[in-house]
Nanobody, 127 residues
Framework: HVQLVESGGGSVQAGGSLRLSCAASGRTYIKWCMGWFREVPGKEREAIAT???????AYADSLEGRFTISKDNDKNILYLQMDHLEVEDTALYRC??????????????????????WGEGTQVTVS
């Protein structure tokens, strides 16, 4: 079991940047694969990026280049650096964690409730 708490969201102008954080607590000694996805009401959840315990990453094709995922293993914090933000990036950003899965595989399932644990999310609004 792991608890995930996101932070760092807010309002930003188009073209700006934000860095989101996801603090993990609980059974952090497990080699979790973690990642980010986003939600917009009326749309399907969209996977963004994942990173496994050894640092291997996977990205959604449409977002790689503007978004960068990273992790501080000592602090058990997951990050998402978002640059060149667009109005279309407005969403609730949530982090997730799963185990016994590779980063690419988790990218394909993170947006589904059965995939593992989710945080409550942090809102990003781009105008």
């Amino acid at each position: 079991h792991v608890q995930l708490v996101e932070s760092g969201g807010g309002s930003v102008q188009a073209g700006g940047s934000l860095r989101l954080s996801c603090a993990a607590s609980g059974r952090t000694y497990i080699k979790w694969c973690m990642g980010w996805f986003r939600e917009v009401p009326g749309k399907e959840r969209e996977a963004i990026a994942t990173i496994d315990s050894s640092g291997i990453t996977a990205y959604a094709d449409s977002l790689e280049g503007r978004f960068t995922i990273s992790k501080d293993n000592d602090k058990n914090i997951l990050y998402l650096q978002m640059d060149h933000l667009e109005v279309e990036d407005t969403a609730l950003y949530r982090c997730g964690a799963s185990w016994d899965v590779t980063a690419p595989a988790y990218l394909g399932r993170i947006a589904y409730p059965w995939s593992g644990y989710w945080g409550e999310g942090t809102q990003v609004t781009v105008s």
